[in-house]
């Protein structure tokens, strides 16, 4: 009885499923170019890819604090992928796929509990916090991969766009979450190796911690500088700022009707 309950709580969740199947589906579209209008269909395929990143990264929280000694995680529904099972559904899915629409920016979101009190040894604590983030950068890899391998021949330009645009989601979401800031994850990995004391004082303020981050990112100055090194990032893996903006304008399709862009059009 206890094993087909553990199996069951491992199951891969049909909501998950279907996403991923319209993930695979729009992916088809923008790839052959059957979707009309073009941005429609990477609108839906580039949000969809994100909220299977979104359940990827909690998925990997679960899923190592399950390895570290947290048994509780399979009950909670935290291993099935559904991202409706997540403790804070508003923060870890609604927020970050809102913050794409509006501002083409990875949101970190934060929704698994993990019972701390059963995991002991500051290395698991810490490799818990970065397992989420270390998502992103591998999702971020793979997007990237035709680009870096140069392996584009044969792809569909509007496609490479596509997956440009969904590579800088998710380098800001891993620079984002990995910043040592209260309620992000960053801060999870540093703080069993900081005193008790230090982490009482900071406790009360984690709860703003992703607010503060995006206050500050409001700032022109620093909003440049972050944008500058996710671009030398992306560059540095073979995805120019041409192809990120041409992804992002496909994307925002609503401010762009019926316009014509020539420099994506004739981006190499």
Avoid at 26 to 52: E, I
Avoid at 94 to 114: E, K, M, N, R, T
Avoid at 208 to 216: D, I, K, N, Y
Avoid at 249 to 264: G, I, L, T
Wanted: proline share 6%; charged share 15%.
């Amino acid at each position: 009885m206890t094993t087909a309950s553990a199996r069951s709580d491992r199951r891969i969740s049909p909501v998950f499923l279907g996403i991923a199947a319209v993930t695979a589906v729009s992916g088809w579209a923008v790839w052959t170019g059957t979707g009309y209008p073009y941005g429609l269909a990477v609108f839906v395929f580039v949000t969809a890819a994100w909220v299977v990143s979104l359940c990827l990264h909690e998925y990997a929280h679960a899923r190592t604090a399950l390895h570290s000694g947290d048994l509780s995680v399979g009950a909670k529904g935290y291993l099935s992928l559904n991202p409706l099972a997540y403790t804070h559904a508003l923060l870890s899915i609604v927020l970050p796929v809102l913050f794409v629409i509006l501002g083409g920016i990875g949101l970190p979101g934060g929704a698994v509990f993990i019972e701390r009190g059963r995991i002991h040894g500051r290395w698991k604590h810490s490799l818990i916090s970065a397992a989420g983030p270390l998502t992103n950068v591998l999702f971020a890899l793979v997007c990237t991969a035709p680009f870096w391998l140069d392996a584009l021949d044969g792809v569909p330009r509007e496609f490479r766009y596509a997956l440009a645009f969904l590579a800088l989601l998710q380098v800001t979401a891993a620079i984002l979450n990995f910043l040592p800031v209260p309620g992000l994850d960053g801060y999870g990995v540093i703080e069993p190796w900081l005193s008790y004391r230090i982490r009482r004082r900071v406790e009360p303020f984690a709860q703003f911690g992703l607010l503060a981050v995006f206050g500050v990112l409001w700032i022109p100055e620093i909003n440049h500088v972050f944008f500058d090194a996710v671009r030398g990032l992306l560059d540095s893996l073979g995805v120019s700022g041409t192809e990120t903006e041409c992804g992002r304008a496909a994307y925002q399709f609503w401010e762009n009707w019926n316009r014509e862009y020539p420099v994506c059009a004739f981006a190499p």
